[in-house]
């Protein structure tokens, strides 16, 4: 009764996936297992984000003639947000489940989201109880969250997991949305929805390696700077003015030491050291417009988040 797809699901729970082939029998069995015990209509959404392991294959043959299991692969690897967006696109139920296949964060736990959803909550967000993760890694997302928060203030309450449950009208608000930062979680947090947060458990990654490498995490770090915020071209603009400050004291020095002390400081190493630091802030602050510039390049490009090659329904 709950598993008919001719009429539009409750539930629609969304899993990209990339080079994840050791984990997807079991993750697959798991998540079917949780919706039947929940006993509203649902389907489940795996976006390949072009693995080149098998994953898809295995997921066809996982698949058979569930019509509650539905595929979509992407023509290459166009990155885990593009694969959450298509998820969100194809998605039909009126409340979407957002999880990674990892199996870090359990299936298991989403009835604990679902039940906290009321009328007035559009989005449940998640904290892990006890992160299973090396310490470096928790650092880092520690720092990249406290670092968020800075940026934003306390007009947003930042929130950067990626196990969450929204309804439909979330979506349809970030579709609102054409800038092409599509860092979910920063997005979702910034828009201010009615939310909760909820604690769930955090188990450690039982097969393959992580995709969040630390490469990964920087540029995410980058993506929320220049994404969500004008910080760098703030922070020229105080550099500029520090530079501006330290050569006029210099030179105040200088003459000082002329005029009152009758001593002539040799200028070359004086204007190399001076010389060095505004060039090092005037290549900086190319940069930092560079990066700027390159986003609204892409914008006007118009070129789409990724590219399906194949849907299985």
């Known amino acids: 009764m709950f598993e008919t797809m001719n ?3 409750e539930i629609s729970i969304v899993v990209p996936v990339y080079n994840e082939k050791a984990l997807l029998e079991e993750l697959c069995t798991r998540l079917i297992s949780v919706c039947k015990g929940l006993n509203r209509s649902y389907e489940i ?6 693995s080149d392991d098998g994953s898809f294959e295995k997921l066809q043959r996982i698949k058979g003639d569930d019509e509650t299991l539905r595929l979509i692969r992407f023509t290459r690897n166009f990155g885990q947000q593009a694969a959450v967006l298509a998820g969100f ?28 959803m009321t009328d007035e909550i559009d989005l449940v967000t998640t904290v892990s109880k006890n992160r299973q993760d090396g310490l470096i890694r928790v650092l880092g997302s520690k720092f990249l969250l406290g670092f968020g928060q800075m940026l934003f203030g306390k007009a947003v309450k930042l929130n950067l997991s990626s196990f969450r449950v929204m309804r439909r009208s979330v979506i349809d608000k970030i579709e609102a949305c054409p800038d ?55 922070l020229v603009t105080y550099m500029g003015l520090f530079g501006a400050c330290m050569g006029f004291l210099i030179m105040l ?18 204007l190399s050291a001076v010389f060095a630091f505004f060039a090092g802030v005037q290549l900086l602050s190319i940069g930092f417009l560079g990066e700027y510039l390159g986003r609204v390049h892409s914008q006007t490009q118009g070129r789409p988040d990724y590219i399906v090659g194949k849907v299985v329904e």
Do not use: C
């Open 45 to 50: 959404l795996i976006v390949d984000d072009g």
């Open 89 to 116: 696109r194809m998605s039909r139920g009126k409340i979407v489940v957002q999880l990674d296949s990892d199996l870090q964060n359990p299936p298991e736990e989403i009835p604990k989201l679902l039940s906290v």
């Open 180 to 234: 092409r930062s599509r860092y979910m979680a920063v997005l979702m947090s910034w828009m201010g929805l009615p939310n909760v947060e909820v604690e769930v458990e955090h188990h450690a990654r039982k097969e393959g390696v992580t995709k969040y490498s630390y490469l990964t995490l920087l540029k995410l770090s980058w993506d929320l700077v220049t994404g969500y915020s004008n910080f760098p071209l703030r």
């Open 7 to 9: 009429e539009t699901p």
């Open 253 to 270: 020095f200088l003459l000082y030491q002329r005029v009152v002390n009758g001593i002539l400081i040799e200028g070359f190493i004086v």
